[in-house]
């Protein structure tokens, strides 16, 4: 039995898999913002859909910073500060007799899309998330690209006389709710705000295709919903400023939903077997 599991800030989801090409139900569990009691649950789901059997493998996305080796968290959200500097490879692995393989979730989400969604075919991948935060990762040939620590590519400004705000200041949906006082989705669908978060994320975009020059983005996360920021919008103006490119990579919306992180698990255990 393999397990999979999307470790996010609020919600953990996680899955067993007999052959790394299909998973069962994923159980969705609340993500407790006390490490001990994070750790706890999530060892109890894992034995509980492992039913007995023994677990094999597992490959785990969570919502922070890792260190060079992924095995203790460098950084985390504000979900879980209390994570921070946890050895959490090490305390999984005791509790389950397994190896577990740590990536940031948005990393493991990107890889789900570039081998089960709308980043199929395409030889270098750029995901972007805008939810709660924002963050990316680039995916070549079906590999996570490598670095240090991992990305936050939320976390730069685009401006200098701008505070010190970044693009997650500007275009996150805790960022939104926070400015208007209300949940996103609730500002309605003919909000002008839409247009205008559109034009943000154009120009953080415009950054990343010049550092990262992918054949396609794919772009996920609660605000690209229905209600939300519209990838034509984006297109639109990512082509009103782009000037140095002969053409801009084809831009799509994510299809895997929630489910991204699971996929990207099943992606990495294949790649290590």
Do not use: C
């Amino acid at each position: 039995m393999y397990i999979i599991a999307d470790i996010g800030g609020t919600k953990m989801r996680i899955a067993g898999s007999r052959d790394l090409e299909h998973f069962d139900e994923p159980v969705i569990i609340k993500t407790p913002q006390s490490y001990q009691e994070g750790i706890a649950a999530f060892v109890e789901t894992a034995k509980e859909i492992a039913a007995g059997e023994e677990i094999t493998k597992i490959a785990a996305g969570v919502p922070a910073l890792l260190s060079r080796d992924r095995r203790v968290i460098a950084g985390a959200g504000p979900h879980i500060p209390e994570w921070i500097g946890k050895h959490i490879a090490d305390d999984i692995e005791t509790a389950l007799s397994t190896n577990i393989y740590f990536e940031n979730d948005v990393a493991q989400i990107g890889l789900g899309e570039a081998t089960a969604g709308a980043g199929q075919g395409a030889r270098i991948m750029m995901y972007i998330t805008v939810s709660t935060g924002v963050n990316g990762v680039r995916i070549v040939d079906n590999k996570i690209d490598p670095a240090v620590f991992g990305t936050e590519i939320g976390h730069q400004y685009l401006s200098p006389s701008s505070n010190d705000i970044t693009w997650e200041d500007l275009l996150s949906g805790s960022s939104i709710e926070k400015r208007y006082g209300k949940h996103p989705r609730d500002l309605g669908p003919d909000s002008s705000v839409w247009e205008d978060l559109a034009i943000i994320t154009a120009f953080g975009l415009h950054n990343a295709i010049l550092f990262w020059s992918p054949d396609r983005i794919v772009l996920g996360g609660s605000m690209f919903n229905e209600i939300g920021i519209s990838v034509e919008r984006v297109r639109f103006h990512l082509e009103r400023i782009t000037k140095v490119l002969p053409e801009l990579p084809e831009i799509l919306h994510s299809s895997l939903g929630d489910l991204g992180g699971l996929h990207g698990g099943l992606a990495r255990l294949r790649q290590l077997d």
